[in-house]
Antibody
Framework: EVQLLESGGGLVRPGASLRLSCVASGFTFRKYALNWVRQAPGKGLEWVSGISGGGKTIHYADSVKGRFTISRDNSKSTVFLQLNSLTAEDTAEYYCAKDQYDSGTFSNFDMWGQGTLVTVSP | SYVLTQPPSVSVAPGQTAKITCYGT??????VHWYQQKPGQAPVLVVYDDSGRPSGIPERFSGSASGNTPTLTIRRVEAGDEADYYC???????????FGTGTKVTVL
């Protein structure tokens, strides 16, 4: 069974940093792109960042580029998201999501974790 | 950046059919995917590549892209289908995943 388990969320002050982790199981981790998607309270889904299976191709949403960094450790089936210079607008549930295809392309999200909540507040 | 627009809400009686559209410039050149999100839960992929259905998704859920307007259709709607639904594409030009604005389906 495919599982994604996020951790690392919490309450932080504006300007602070946080590191999210997502541990995967049930599939050949190194073959698939992994992503972070967030959802602010009462709002829609917003893609944040994605990383290819081998880690060489990385993309960011414009809203987080230069502040967030995605990485992965294929030996530990884990993907990370480093969040720096956090603002209130970054408050959201952060989901880890697996791409459907192992072809190296980016397409859609066929499996999601349950999310970890990041709250940025004075 | 690429924008996908959905109707904010759709209301449907039990047993009837709900249709949710997704509009975007030249959307016919994209593969469109659809997600269901129930309150307090993570999204679930219900249609991929315009009309594919993942295993475990009821046949009542179907997708189409005819007439250049991607549409998610839910037949014989049940109370348990009440949720938010999002369309999504991968935009090669910007190298971004893009979600639609979301549609809240209410079962009357």
């Amino acid at each position: 069974e495919v599982q994604l388990l996020e951790s690392g969320g919490g309450l932080v002050r504006p300007g602070a940093s946080l590191r999210l982790s997502c541990v995967a199981s049930g599939f050949t981790f190194r073959k698939y792109a992994l992503n972070w998607v967030r959802q602010a309270p009462g709002k829609g889904l917003e893609w944040v960042s994605g990383i290819s299976g081998g880690g060489k191709t990385i993309h960011y949403a414009d809203s987080v580029k230069g502040r967030f960094t995605i990485s992965r450790d294929n030996s530990k089936s884990t993907v990370f998201l480093q969040l720096n210079s956090l603002t209130a607008e970054d408050t959201a549930e952060y989901y880890c999501a697996k791409d459907q295809y192992d072809s190296g392309t980016f397409s859609n999200f066929d499996m999601w974790g349950q999310g970890t909540l990041v709250t940025v507040s004075p | 950046s690429y924008v996908l627009t959905q109707p904010p809400s759709v209301s449907v009686a039990p047993g009837q059919t709900a249709k949710i559209t997704c509009y975007g410039t030249n959307i016919g050149r994209y593969s469109v995917h659809w997600y269901q999100q129930k309150p307090g839960q993570a999204p679930v992929l219900v249609v991929y590549d315009d009309s594919g259905r993942p295993s475990g998704i009821p046949e009542r859920f179907s997708g189409s892209a005819s007439g250049n307007t991607p549409t998610l259709t839910i037949r014989r709607v049940e109370a348990g289908d009440e949720a938010d639904y999002y369309c999504q594409v991968w935009d090669d030009g910007s190298a971004h995943y893009v979600f639609g604005t979301g549609t809240k389906v209410t079962v009357l």
